[in-house]
């Protein structure tokens, strides 16, 4: 049981450039989530979906899109980064909201130069 | 706005040492209390968690914390630490059934061996 998966673990962008970052859950969990981590700022919620074709903004959806077309898939998008973005990403899926345990997925770590 | 705090942002012990950390929220309502931690390089995994009936819950690897409505307070505790429990904690609250964690900065703890 794979959990939740990240990809790419790693990447460095110049400014101006786009990237996807890919989450996938195996579990069927309904909700998932998008973080960004810098350190001693504990985690920012960018984007949230509640199911296939329901997204909806956290605290700091500025510069980022997301989409959710199936229920395992839930892509983060970068259009122009900037250097702003640099941080660690995680991804999370719930069950449900009613015990709303998070599982997460192992991150990734961007930089944008 | 509902908010958790975290008292303590930095933590160094020697192993065997007790820990404390706090952890206080601010919603009079029900809640759902969570523990997770980080270890170094790690995605984050859920320690414990409160939903209901005992205040008073045990997690993994000898963590323990205790509800106190009265105080909104959730604090985390182990009698004795060991130098693996070196991580990052944080306290998150689910409150209002608004489908999000309230998270907390987290509190990064150091055991010296």
């Known amino acids: 049981n794979a959990g939740v998966t990240q990809t790419p673990k790693f990447r460095i962008l110049k400014i101006g450039q786009s990237m996807t970052l890919q989450c996938a859950q195996d579990?069927?969990?309904?909700?998932m989530y998008w973080y960004r981590q810098d350190p001693g700022m504990g985690l920012k919620l960018i984007y949230y979906?509640?199911?296939?074709?329901?997204?909806d903004k956290g605290e700091v959806p500025n510069g980022y899109n997301v989409s959710r077309s199936t229920t395992e898939d839930f892509p983060l998008r970068l259009e122009l980064a900037a250097p702003s973005q640099t941080s660690v990403y995680f991804c999370?899926?719930?069950?449900?909201?009613?015990?709303?345990?998070?599982?997460f997925g192992a991150g990734t770590r961007l930089s944008v130069l | 706005a509902q908010s958790v705090s975290q008292h303590n942002h930095h933590v160094i012990l020697s192993e065997a040492a007790s820990l404390e950390l706090g952890c206080n929220y601010s919603?009079?309502?029900?809640?759902?209390l969570f523990w997770y931690v980080q270890y170094p390089g790690q995605h984050l995994q859920l320690l414990l968690k409160?939903?209901?009936?005992d205040p008073l819950v045990k997690g993994i690897k000898g963590f323990e914390a205790e509800f106190i409505k009265s105080k909104f307070s959730f604090n985390l505790r182990k009698p004795s630490v060991q130098w693996s429990d070196t991580a990052e904690y944080f306290c998150?609250?689910?409150?209002?059934?608004?489908?999000?964690?309230?998270w907390g900065l987290g509190t990064s703890l150091a055991v010296n061996p």
């Open positions: 409160y939903f209901s009936g």
């Open positions: 998150a609250v689910d409150a209002g059934n608004n489908r999000k964690l309230i």
């Open positions: 999370a899926s719930s069950y449900s909201t009613a015990k709303n345990i998070q599982y």
């Open positions: 579990m069927n969990h309904n909700y």
């Open positions: 919603y009079g309502g029900t809640v759902n």
């Open positions: 979906s509640v199911g296939a074709g329901i997204t």
